[in-house]
Structures are given as C-alpha cells and as structure tokens.
C-alpha cells in the first residue's frame, strides 16, 4: 500500500497472509524498559531454526519467557542476506486492546466504516505526526517484511516488524524497487548504529537504524 507521507510513489504488490518460522527484531526488554540491539536478535517457536540461525550468524539458541515464541538467539550479525518477498506497509494508531485506526498517512483505511475517510493527521508535518504519536494520539508508521534467508531458503519465511520512521522514510522506494524485480528481490537487511547532537540539549544521542538495500531480482 505505501505510506503517502513523503511524496513517495510506489505501486506495492497485493497483502497476502502466510505463515512465518521466525521474527527478527532490532531489540528486547531490559527489566520492562525496551533497549535496542546492533545485531540481529531472532525469535520462534521451533528450535531448529534458532540453532540453524545461530549456526549461520553466531549467538546461541535459548529459551525465553515467551508463550508463543519461547525460542531465542543474539546473533553477531549486523547484517543479514534476505530474499523479500512481501512489504506490507501503513500507518497505525493503537489501543489497547488493538488498532483504532489504520490510514496510508492521508486516507483512513480502518475501521472499515470510515475507510476512504481522509486521516486526521493528513496535511500534518512529519514533526507533527511524530508528536501526535508519541502523546498516543495519532498513528505512527506500521512496517513488516516478509523474506527468506539468503542459504537458509528451506527454513521457511521470516518477517521484521518495525515502527521506525526512519524507514517509513525510505519504504515507498523498497517497494518500487521490489515490484519492478518482479515481486521478489535479493538484498540485505541491516543494523546500524547513528549518533546525532539533539538540537533541543545539545547533548549526544544515539539509536540504532534499521534499513533495506535490494540488490537484483529473486525470480
């Protein structure tokens, strides 16, 4: 669908469901408070492909406190080969019970009563979105990525969920690309860490960035 936020065009390939055998994730909780990671952390319900992960990226395959995926490996990896087969892309206001609205950045595509509806947010600055969301009163963006690891295609399909807006950014632009490979591309999915002077303190900051760089058609 693409996110209409930064005058981005992209023609993105249809929502499919599948089922996925892992989830990558960019960090984890420390006590209750989230921290990020700069290498890739993976999750599962099936220990065969913790260790298979381990075996090609490093870290060890252990158990965590998690009912539906009680599996769990640190890589080394800052970087991981992927084949991409689906971005599904948006943006999302949550409850807590579950989403409020979902919307493209300017037209509401949820709850489906008020699909076609311009978002309330359309128009806004990309600050003003950020503050709306961080108060929990606007939607931020809501990224996943469906792929394969490049040498590990037989494990099954993988997917990376993100709220960055870093790569709400750049998303239009991986979708292209991806459709114009036909639907499925190789690439590479990578950690890195930026460090900034907030202008606001004058202190140093950092975070850690996640990013898509597809390289030539899968298929």
Known sequence: MGIN????????????????????????????????????????????????????????????????????????????????????????????????????????????????????????????RKAAAQNGTGCAPDITLRFRVQGLYELGVFEFKTGSWGMAKSIGEVEAKLASFGGTAFGDMALEPVEFVQKSTGLNRRFVKSSVVLTGAAS
Do not use: Y
């Open 5 to 128: 936020i930064f005058a981005v065009e992209a023609d993105a390939a249809p929502r499919q469901s599948f089922e996925t055998v892992g989830r990558f994730r960019a960090g984890h909780l420390v006590g209750k408070r989230p921290q990020s990671l700069e290498a890739w952390r993976l999750t599962s319900d099936d220990p065969d492909v913790t260790k298979a992960i381990a075996e090609a990226f490093g870290g060890e395959s252990q158990g965590w406190d998690n009912e539906r995926q009680p599996f769990e490996v640190f890589t080394d990896a800052t970087s991981v080969p992927i084949i991409l087969e689906k971005v599904f892309s948006g943006m999302t206001l949550w409850g807590r019970s579950g989403p409020v609205h979902k919307c493209d950045g300017e037209v509401m595509t949820f709850p489906e009563e008020q699909a076609g509806d311009a978002c309330p947010m359309a128009g806004k600055s990309i600050e003003e």
